[in-house]
């Protein structure tokens, strides 16, 4: 079992900053991918940014430039540093990972799709107005 908790979300005014964190536990591996997710009301789950454990990052373009995914092994957090904030980003937002065990298959690349993630946290409101 892993556990996912996030924190940090809020509510900004338009061109703000959040950073928000999510604390991993339990039967975590070396080799993952995490991830953040947000959903607006009466739309998809869509990804936001991935990392995998050497670091290699993906960014939805709507983020690109004004979102910074990060992690601490040490601390096994994952990091989401938001800037420039727009109204568009309010959404629940909520920390993703897909462990893979030693001697498993990994992928070249993380997979920023919803199916391709196990693990799950409740989530963190952001609400940016205008």
């Known amino acids: 079992q892993v556990r996912l908790v996030e924190s940090g979300g809020g509510s900004v005014q338009s061109g703000g900053s959040l950073r928000l964190s999510c604390a991993a536990s339990?039967?975590?591996?070396?080799?993952?991918?995490m991830g953040w997710f947000r959903q607006a009301p009466g739309k998809e789950r869509e990804a936001v940014a991935t990392?995998?454990?050497?670091?290699?990052?993906i960014y939805a373009d709507s983020v690109k430039g004004r979102f910074t995914i990060s992690q601490d092994n040490a601390k096994n957090t994952l990091y989401l540093q938001m800037n420039s904030l727009k109204p568009e980003d309010t959404a629940m937002y909520y920390c993703?990972?897909?462990?893979?065990?030693?001697?498993?298959?990994?992928?070249?690349?993380?997979?920023?799709?919803?199916?391709?993630?196990?693990?799950w946290g409740q989530g963190t409101q952001v609400i940016v107005s205008s």
């Open positions: 339990g039967n975590t591996y070396s080799k993952y991918c």
């Open positions: 993703a990972a897909q462990y893979y065990l030693p001697y498993a298959y990994f992928p070249a690349q993380c997979a920023n799709i919803v199916q391709g993630f196990g693990n």
């Open positions: 990392i995998k454990s050497d670091g290699a990052t």
